[in-house]
């Protein structure tokens, strides 16, 4: 595996009441694979490449929810960083035997996310493709704390969308109030994007949490929707076009909230 650049998301993982199901539901939509890892943890593999892992909740209270880690060389002085930039650490840095090392935090908004310092594991084996992660964007209230948190604990650069919805982070409507990150020592922009953030306005529930969305691509959006759907999932956004092709979010058979998009034709991703 190749190493991935610093602060850029190299893993994601969903916790789940029901692992099993889990396995069922996900296997049928994207046809991963599955094989065992430490505890109640399964890998997920498309074409025999690492793209994910279903885990089961341990604990009740914990949400059912995917969650999307970016990679550190430092795990120790990224969380530092956190707690400088006045985010909050949920777990502090543990060891996962030889893989590497994780940390859990959350965004002066409250939206949760992780780091992944490797070890004999980097992350992903397969992403951009069909069955694999493609994006991530944090959907917030808080945009100018959680902007300047982004970029001084990762160093992303930012790239605004405009009011006409120009840009192409594969992600945003027309008028959305849309950033999109690139690492440091890149040129700004969609070329080198790597995730992003939307704004929760007022449309919707005061109740409703500043979160991570994590994005897979698809040969077929509506397809993927419809066949969401069918194996007892639930469609939270139709199938609608986007810059980079055609997206939907969905939720798996036990309320996991994930997106699906269908690249351009052009061939270009959210990437």
């Known amino acids: 595996m ?53 885990a089961a909740k341990q604990d009740g209270r914990m949400p059912t929810a995917w969650g999307v880690y970016f990679a550190t060389d430092d795990i120790v002085a990224t969380v530092a960083r956190i707690r400088e930039a006045g985010g909050q650490v949920i777990t502090d840095p543990v060891r996962a035997g030889r893989a590497g090392a994780l940390a859990q935090a959350a965004d002066p908004g409250g ?22 992660f493609c994006w991530t964007e944090v959907h917030t ?85 419809g066949h969401a759907v069918r194996l007892g999932g639930r469609i939270s956004e139709p199938p609608f076009d986007i810059p980079y092709g055609r997206m939907a979010v969905l939720q798996d058979d036990q309320g996991a909230v994930f997106a699906v998009l269908q690249p351009a034709v052009s061939g270009k991703r959210a990437e």
């Open 2 to 54: 190749a190493a991935f650049a610093r602060s850029a998301p190299c893993w994601v993982d969903v916790q789940l009441p029901d692992l099993e199901a889990g396995k069922r539901f996900y296997g049928e939509l994207f046809g991963w694979t599955f094989r065992a890892g430490d505890g109640p943890y399964a890998d997920a593999l498309s074409d025999g490449k690492l793209v994910a892992a279903l």
């Open 111 to 132: 939206a949760v996310f992780g780091l992944w310092q490797a070890g004999d594991r980097e992350g992903f084996e397969k992403q951009n493709e069909p069955g694999s």
């Open 141 to 225: 209230r808080q945009k100018d704390r959680v902007d300047a948190f982004y970029e001084e604990v990762f160093g992303f650069q930012g790239t605004d969308l405009d009011a006409s919805g120009a840009g192409e982070s594969g992600t945003a409507e027309s008028g959305v109030d849309f950033r999109m990150w690139s690492p440091a020592g890149t040129e700004p922009g969609p070329d080198t994007a790597v995730g992003g953030r939307s704004v929760i306005t007022d449309a919707f529930p005061a109740e409703m949490p500043s979160y991570f969305l994590s994005y897979f691509a698809v040969e077929d959006c509506n397809a993927a929707a």
